[in-house]
């Protein structure tokens, strides 16, 4: 069955470092997302991507935060320069929307520790 | 913001016996709804959805109900088996810009299901 894929599973940088979390997609899919989730908080929406673009991104997704789908396969988010707060778990995940059902599909997840 | 509430951080329930799940939302513009399975150290698995033209879908063990005019859903896991511990997370989406749907999520419920 496919599946979303997630690399590195944990990413320890230090503060002020560039991070980047790559994603797999479910082939097939055509909307990605990144989530986030801190330690005993809820699951928080990043970002949106369609059609090569944002659709829509959070409050949290400052200018810090890119993503890109380089190259039809990969799906990444970069951090430019992480702050101790960007300490979470990030998850990926991909939907089809196909026949009226909106699932998404997610990822194993990042855990990214910021010293 | 506390779109999306699941009052309830935690439920133990005996083997064989039903599983009751609650979630409510706020916002009206909500107009598809999830459940989400997570276990430690992976990222959530999609359970079962529900429309808001629905106000039931089942699958198997798993049935969730909705209730428009209280705002409120339910999951019914029965019978409940010692696999079915994790987290359960609710989440709803509407319509949002680039046709996206960003899920919004509750906190999550730990269901403990003892032998």
């Known amino acids: 069955e496919p599946e979303v894929t997630q690399t590195p599973s944990h990413q320890v940088t230090q503060m002020g470092q560039e991070v980047i979390l790559r994603c797999v997609p479910i082939?097939?899919?055509?909307?990605f997302y990144w989530y986030r989730q801190i330690l005993g908080q809820k699951v928080e929406f990043l970002v949106s991507?369609?059609?090569?673009?944002?659709?829509?991104k959070s409050e949290i997704f400052d200018d810090q935060f890119s993503v890109e789908r380089p190259d039809g396969s990969n799906f990444t988010l970069k951090i430019r320069s992480t702050k101790l707060e960007d300490s979470a778990m990030y998850f990926c995940?991909?939907?089809?929307?196909?026949?009226?059902?909106?699932?998404?599909?997610f990822g194993p997840g990042t855990r990214l520790t910021v010293t | 913001d506390q779109q999306v509430k699941q009052n309830s951080p935690s439920l133990s329930v005996q083997e064989g016996r039903i599983s009751i799940l609650n979630c409510d939302y706020t916002?009206?513009?909500?107009?598809?709804f999830l459940w989400y399975k997570k276990y430690p150290a992976e990222g959530p698995t999609f359970l079962i959805s529900?429309?808001?033209i629905k106000d039931k879908n089942e699958d198997g063990r798993f049935t969730v109900f909705l209730n428009k005019s209280a705002k409120h859903l339910s999951l019914h896991i029965v019978p409940s088996q010692p696999g079915d511990s994790a987290v359960y997370f609710c989440?709803?989406?509407?319509?949002?810009?680039?046709?996206?749907?960003?899920?919004?999520w509750g906190l999550g419920t730990s269901l403990a299901v003892n032998p």
């Open positions: 991507f369609y059609n090569n673009e944002i659709s829509e």
């Open positions: 529900i429309s808001s």
């Open positions: 989440a709803a989406s509407a319509l949002g810009a680039g046709n996206n749907r960003k899920l919004i």
């Open positions: 916002n009206s513009m909500f107009d598809y």
């Open positions: 082939s097939n899919h055509l909307y």
């Open positions: 995940a991909s939907s089809y929307y196909s026949g009226g059902g909106y699932e998404q599909y």
